[in-house]
């Protein structure tokens, strides 16, 4: 094509400030005296007087020069409408704004002055829309109508009925009557076809002939400041002015030189494949501020065009718009409208790919908004959703798919898009096709054990992660899919490897779900808690949050935990919990347990119960709450705590459900009395009966009732345990024998059982229990004592042989034998030796009641008869079986003035003078001899001389009253001499 040089003017000076009625001004079209207006209709106050111009600033866009284009250009103008080109009006915020006039001068058309500014390589076709010849000029009521011969119009110029009608939505075009050497007037065009063109104004006659040109009349800038300096613009052609694809490094399009943030056009030539043979105001109208599609006919087109791969041709038949390039012609006017269009329906439609309705319908309903139910469910249950979405929000699968600054690119694309940043990120395939098979997502922390399984500082162990729409398989466990769970309420399976979960996890903390002791959330209940939950799993953070209803129930001060919540990082410890105390408080504040630097994951608590409460006595730290010192010192803790253990050291693993009596009774919030079998059947504590399973910890202390242990031991023969109540817990010790059992027993021989033990005496129990107690009133064994068998062995210094409740070689019973409890020996004095004893008689061991002792038996002093100091015999008045050892009453020379208090039937003579006062006062002589001292007469002397014990060396006795303080002779002698 042949370059036409233009010659470049420039408008000098500023044209003078007229009326608007005046005619000549130099102002251009459309602002000039052809339509009515002069400089007092924008300058009738000063720019600088606010208050005239009722310009209050209420947001960025509120401005003097802004008030006074709106005058005219505002929806209530009579000039086209326009929306301010700001953040305001695009995208609703205030962050950016510009004034009308920073692109535009309102007094002229300076694009024509620039024309000096281009290069001699300029074009007609660079600058103009439409040129041609003018072949005559008729002038009538102030519009002249030009005839004319085309020369050139843009491809979309050719129709001349486009090239006028300023209010329309086509704008016009402004007529130009010397295109090559434009004078600085212009006409607006208000009518043409193809063979005239009327302007407003009056063209001079002699531009018959002249080359004409048709451009844009915007009253543009020659020059705009930008971010990048003040930029020369070229509002020509191709493509409306707006933009230029010439491909130059500093494109001189009007949008262009402005823009550098955003995904189309911008100033360094990016971005330009966006409907580069289109006319911006075909999508962005000025009324709407430019925003893309919005104001007016515009509809819903800003949402749909930030959707990726989505154009004006998507929907739209580019060579003919604005109608649409299918649907069902109704009218049959050869197009589709609105009305009539299909285009809807390839992206508005289910899940499962049918076709929604209502969106053509809604185009240019403001108040219709799409939101995600629109097309599908607010929570889907297709493929997996309803499982992950019970745990988590839609951002954790498509979050940079739907949501920031790449949504638009990815959402409605005919794909599945599942990544956090960039795509396939997560695992999951990128850009999937909808409606074919699903696939899997991959080493993504939501399918993972959060942390190392050793170290929590290593990377996580990926479990198995289902193709989405596949549950689990059957034979893994819901949780073990990511971490594993076996233990879990006591289940089989591969335990939670991580930190101390193993340990943890094979207890029953009295909770319908064990996890929820430490993972508790108040939200949920029971397995709830981690099946069914909405926050804080999968969250990115290890959540340990202690459950304020354990234990027992009550509403107690939660615990701390001092590890980082962040996966990966080093386990702390726990503080401030039952879990971890002497178990003798059920709310806070705890007793701290022996082993405080507890840390998830680190060294096991000692195996011998110390760690927290202590154990018995052979333990690092042993038990001393309560009564517990004197009953483990040779008991086993499973005595009283048959379902926690089975012995001193092991919890009980007797099945229970799921998890074994030790798991389920341990560490549950309560003190847990179960007394063994051999112990009570019967038993209770605290008046309870065993066992009692819901006792609080830290419940003030009771007692036992109904066990062997406290009890008069008959029931090893009997098999049923009396009814009897030990001591208040924790009270004071040690009991006293008669606490369990008369000292001794004395309960009636054979009700409940056997009982001899009335006539053995009662303070003797070392003789036939030696190896239970040395004294009589302590206990010398605890593990013969109480241990559900009666311990017979022979001590004291008896002698005999016990089998089957039979006693033989009985050395109390001068060598014979004895059936415990017999009712055919009456055990009087006759059984072992006479009453009194007589020599010969062969009931004396060794006859030695021979000599001097007779007299002794039959000596009694009674003055009724006048007799004073006399000795007769009265053996035959002697009565055995009411008399056994005679007494003061009968006035005899009784037993027990010699054998006083001794002990009896222990394998010795044991003599002691009695020194206890008789209440007689017997005259002797010419004088009296007091008794009352007793037979002792001086009691600070030795009254009995001789070998002690059971020696046979002959003794005497001194210094006693009834021999007159004299030496006796012998014991030995015959007749007592």
């Not at 638009?408 to 999937?432: C, F, L, R, S, W």
């Amino acid at each position: 094509m042949k370059k036409t040089l233009l010659t470049a003017f420039l408008l000098a000076g500023a044209a003078p400030l007229l009326h608007a009625q005046a005619q000549t001004t130099f102002l251009h079209a459309p602002h000039d005296a052809a339509h009515g207006i002069g400089c007092v209709d924008c300058h009738e106050f000063t720019l600088t007087d606010v208050d005239s111009w009722e310009a209050p600033q209420d947001t960025l866009d509120d401005t003097v020069k802004n008030f006074i284009c709106l005058r005219c250009h505002g929806p209530a103008g009579s000039a086209p409408a326009v929306g301010m080109h700001s953040d305001l009006t695009v995208n609703g915020t205030e962050t950016w704004s510009n004034e009308c006039t920073d692109c535009h001068a309102p007094h002229f058309q300076r694009q024509l002055a620039g024309v000096a500014d281009i290069s001699e390589d300029f074009l007609l076709t660079d600058m103009y829309l439409v040129t041609g010849t003018i072949n005559s000029v008729t002038t009538a009521g102030g519009n002249t109508t030009i005839t004319y011969t085309l020369g050139y119009a843009a491809a979309d110029w050719t129709n001349p009925g486009r090239w006028s009608a300023k209010t329309a939505p086509d704008r016009g075009l402004i007529f130009v009557a010397d295109a090559l050497n434009p004078k600085g007037v212009t006409y607006e065009t208000i009518l043409a076809d193809a063979s005239s063109i009327t302007v407003a104004g009056i063209v001079a006659s002699d531009m018959v002939g002249k080359t004409f040109g048709l451009f844009y009349g915007q009253f543009l800038r020659k020059e705009i400041k930008t971010p990048f300096g003040n930029q020369i613009i070229s509002f020509f052609n191709p493509h409306g002015g707006f933009v230029d694809d010439s491909g130059s490094i500093t494109p001189t399009g009007v949008c262009q030189v402005c823009h550098s943030n955003t995904g189309y056009w911008t100033y360094d030539g990016s971005n330009n494949t966006h409907n580069s043979q289109t006319n911006c105001l075909i999508c962005h109208e000025h009324e709407a501020g430019f925003a893309p599609g919005a104001g007016g006919a515009g509809g819903k087109h800003p949402g749909h065009l930030l959707l990726a791969g989505v154009t004006c041709g998507t929907c739209h038949d580019t060579n003919n718009f604005p109608y649409f390039h299918s649907g069902t012609d109704a009218n049959g006017d050869g197009m589709f409208d609105l009305a009539e269009t299909n285009v809807c329906d390839a992206c508005h439609q289910d899940a499962i790919g049918n076709a929604l309705s209502g969106y053509a319908e809604n185009w240019l309903d403001d108040g219709f908004e799409l939101d995600c139910s629109s097309c599908h469910a607010l929570s889907p249950s297709t493929g997996s959703h309803t499982v992950h979405l019970s745990l988590t929000e839609c951002g954790s699968c498509h979050d940079s798919a739907v949501q920031g600054t790449t949504a638009p690119e990815q959402h409605v694309d005919t794909n599945i898009d599942v990544y956090d940043t960039v795509p396939a990120d997560q695992g999951y395939p990128a850009d999937k096709e909808k409606f074919t098979p699903p696939s899997t997502c991959n080493n993504l922390y939501c399918h993972s054990s959060a942390q190392g399984s050793v170290n929590p500082t290593d990377a996580p162990t990926y479990m198995e992660t289902p193709v989405w729409g596949t549950p689990f398989s059957n034979t893994v466990a819901t949780c073990t899919g990511c971490h594993n769970s076996g233990g879990h309420l006591g289940g089989a399976g591969t335990p939670m490897a991580t930190g101390s979960h193993a340990k943890h996890l094979s207890y029953k903390f009295d909770q319908d779900a064990s996890c929820q002791v430490c993972h508790f959330d108040w939200n949920y209940t029971g397995c709830v808690n981690c099946h069914n939950r909405r926050v804080s799993h999968v969250d990115g953070n290890i959540d340990v949050t202690f459950s304020e209803s354990f234990p027992f129930g009550v509403t107690a001060s939660s615990g701390n935990y001092s590890g980082d919540p962040s996966p990966q990082t080093d386990y702390g410890g726990c503080d401030s919990l039952f879990c971890h105390s002497q178990g003798t408080s059920a709310s806070a504040p705890y007793t701290p347990p022996n082993v405080t630097d507890i840390t998830w994951g680190g060294a096991a608590m000692p195996s011998d119960c110390s760690g927290c409460h202590g154990g018995d006595p052979a333990s690092a730290v042993p038990i001393n709450t309560g009564s517990h010192s004197r009953h483990t010192a040779d008991y086993d803790c499973s005595v009283c705590h048959d379902r926690t253990v089975s012995n001193s050291r092991t919890l009980n693993q007797t099945p229970y459900s799921s998890y074994t009596y030790g798991q389920r009774y341990h560490v549950d919030g309560k003190i847990t009395v179960a007394f063994e079998s051999a112990v009570a059947t019967n038993g209770t504590y605290a008046g309870q009966s065993s066992p009692v399973i819901y006792r609080q910890a830290g419940s003030s202390y009771g007692a036992c009732g109904n066990i062997y242990c406290h009890s008069n031991g008959t029931s090893v023969a009997t098999g049923t345990i009396p009814s009897y109540t030990s001591a208040v817990w924790g009270s004071g010790g040690p009991l006293a024998c008669d606490s369990c059992h008369a000292y001794g027993p004395d309960y009636p021989n054979g009700s409940p059982k056997a009982n001899s033990h009335q006539v053995h005496g009662s303070n003797n129990c070392q003789y036939c229990h030696a190896a239970t107690t040395a004294t009589g009133n302590s206990i010398t064994s605890q593990a013969n004592h109480v241990n559900g068998v009666y311990d017979v062995e022979a001590g004291g210094g008896v002698s005999f042989t016990y089998s089957g409740g039979t006693c033989s070689n009985i050395s109390c019973h001068q060598g014979g034998h004895a059936d415990w409890g017999s009712t055919t020996l009456a055990m009087d004095c006759d059984s072992c030796h006479g009453y009194p004893p007589v020599p010969g008689d062969g009931l004396n061991v060794n006859d030695q009641f021979d000599g001097g002792k007779g007299a002794h038996i039959t000596a009694s002093y009674d003055p009724s008869n006048g007799i004073e100091g006399g000795h007769i015999i009265v053996s035959s008045d002697l009565n055995p079986s009411a008399d056994i050892y005679g007494s003061d009453a009968t006035g005899y020379f009784e037993c027990s003035k010699c054998h006083y208090g001794g002990a009896h039937a222990n394998g010795s003579v044991e003599v002691n003078i009695r020194t206890s006062a008789w209440s007689k006062s017997v005259p002797w002589g010419s004088g009296s001899y007091d008794r009352t001292d007793g037979f002792n007469q001086e009691p600070t002397l030795t009254a009995y001389q001789g070998e002690p014990g059971n020696s046979v060396t002959p003794k005497t006795c001194s210094n006693i009253n009834c021999h007159f303080g004299t030496e006796t002779p012998r014991w030995s002698c015959p007749g007592g001499e």
